[in-house]
């Protein structure tokens, strides 16, 4: 047995063993629907008093983040089945476990989060030639520091996942708006809070499990596609990502969410962005 590995994050640094705690949580279940043995590991690894200061992890809640996981996990297979060499780019990776379950040998992979976060990472996760690690505030941060540094020749995917609601909206929509202008050809995904829910958070509500969740400050709603488009005009497409069916009732419930008339307009939603490519690669094709 490997020593116990002290971890100290607060705020919106904490979310990140928020959701490894839960996706451990669901790995254990002899159903599960994301196998996650490196989450299982850590959560059992860390020194952090996981139940005391996040609540105890509720199976509806812990299969709704492995869904999450899945769908995200399934985005990334789509890219590298078309750029087996591409780079994915993780925003707000904290201790996402993706890269195990998805790696194809050739991808390079890019963790990008606040610097705390990051250096657990480093501590506690396994780091090979193909993955790089790049702190940075994407709240305060101009945006290029951290495009700058990515390879982006043989195709970018952007991850975000839990990520863009803890931003205000005019940040998110430059943070896009860099993306769409840096990465042509790229895509984006992103997963989004109800401005339902995100105006809860604001006002101090509890999150499941009774987990004071920090300041959501940007929601989304099924209608919000418009100005996801006003962003930038090389945003060609977006599109929904449907949220795998998971087990039982909480597992079909939250992947019919869209066509139930109580949680079609205040669920979580998965958005896809693609973008533009630069005109020299349209004219390759
Ligand atoms: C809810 S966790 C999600 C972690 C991981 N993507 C997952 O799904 O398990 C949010 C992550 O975003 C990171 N984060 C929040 N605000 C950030 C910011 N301004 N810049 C960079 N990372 C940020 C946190 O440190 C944390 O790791």
Redesign the pocket.
């Known amino acids: 047995m490997e020593s116990p590995i002290p971890v100290d994050l607060t705020g919106?640094?904490e979310?990140?063993l928020?959701?490894?705690y839960h996706r451990a949580a669901e790995a254990t279940h002899h159903d599960t629907v994301l196998p996650d043995p490196q989450a299982v590991r850590l959560v059992a690894q860390l020194d952090f008093p996981f139940r005391e200061r996040l609540g105890p992890a509720r199976s509806g809640v812990a299969q709704a983040i492995a869904l999450r996981?899945l769908a995200f996990d399934g985005a990334v297979r789509t890219f590298l089945s078309a750029h087996p060499d591409g780079t994915v780019i993780a925003?707000?990776?904290?201790?996402?476990t993706t890269f195990w379950r998805v790696d194809n040998g050739r991808v390079q992979w890019v963790s990008?989060?606040?610097a705390e976060?990051l250096e657990l990472r480093t501590r506690v996760l396994p780091q090979g030639r193909r993955q790089r690690h790049i702190p940075?505030?994407?709240?305060r941060d101009p945006d290029s520091r951290w495009m700058e540094r990515v390879d982006t020749s043989r195709g970018v995917l952007v991850t975000a996942?839990?990520?863009l609601m803890?931003?205000h909206p005019t940040r998110v929509h430059k943070l896009i708006a860099a993306c769409a202008e840096t990465f042509p050809g790229g895509t984006m995904i992103f997963d989004t809070v109800s401005r339902r829910f995100s105006a809860r958070c604001r006002a101090g509500g509890k999150g499941p499990g009774g987990y004071r969740l920090p300041p959501m400050p940007w929601g989304m709603d099924p209608d919000g596609h418009q100005t996801l488009q006003a962003a930038h005009p090389a945003i060609t497409a977006i599109r929904d990502v449907p949220l795998p069916v998971g087990r039982g009732i909480t597992g079909h419930v939250l992947s019919w969410a869209s066509a139930l008339p109580l949680l079609r307009n205040n669920r979580p939603i998965i958005t896809s962005l693609h973008f533009r490519a630069a005109p020299s690669d349209s004219a390759r094709r």
């Open positions: 919106v640094a979310t990140g928020w959701t490894v996981a925003l707000g990776e904290g201790l996402e990008v989060d606040l976060p940075c505030d994407i709240s996942q839990g990520l803890y931003l």
